[in-house]
Nanobody
Framework: QLKEHGGGSVKSGNSLTLSCSAS????????MGWFRQAPGKERELVAA????????YYADSVRGRFTISKGAPEFVLVLQMNSLKPEDTGVYYC??????????????????????????WGQGTQVTVSS
């Protein structure tokens, strides 16, 4: 089970950190990612990380502002969000690949970036950015 922590409401230009904890689930060797879903829109991949190799992927809309990384022992995944914009508003989900043993660049490209590749999901946390 995955669970997100750290959502909230902030003003445009500010920062927010999201964390993801895992229980009953070994994230080792699973690719992981953060998705978000804005009202009335499809759930989209924001950032992804290969557990082995440390390769990353960022959506164009967040590249240079968001950073995905492994967390401290308490949290397995972190998303640092800087220079937030109103268009970053949405429910953010922590997710892990259905299939383990994904490593390196292939883990963060092609079909491994599709929503269907992620079989484990958190419940989501709301992020609201006001102008």
């Amino acid at each position: 089970q995955l669970k997100e922590h750290g959502g909230g409401s902030v003003k445009s230009g500010n920062s927010l950190t999201l964390s993801c904890s895992a229980s009953g689930f070994d994230v080792n060797e699973h690719g992981m990612g953060w998705f978000r879903q804005a009202p009335g829109k499809e759930r989209e991949l924001v950032a992804a990380l290969s557990w082995v190799g440390g390769n990353t992927y960022y959506a164009d809309s967040v590249r240079g502002r968001f950073t995905i990384s492994k967390g401290a022992p308490e949290f397995v995944l972190v998303l640092q969000m800087n220079s937030l914009k109103p268009e970053d508003t949405g429910v953010y989900y922590c997710a892990a690949h259905e299939r383990p043993y994904c490593s390196g660049a292939p883990c963060t490209s092609g079909g491994n970036l599709k929503k269907e590749a992620f079989g484990f999901w958190g419940q989501g946390t709301q992020v609201t950015v006001s102008s």
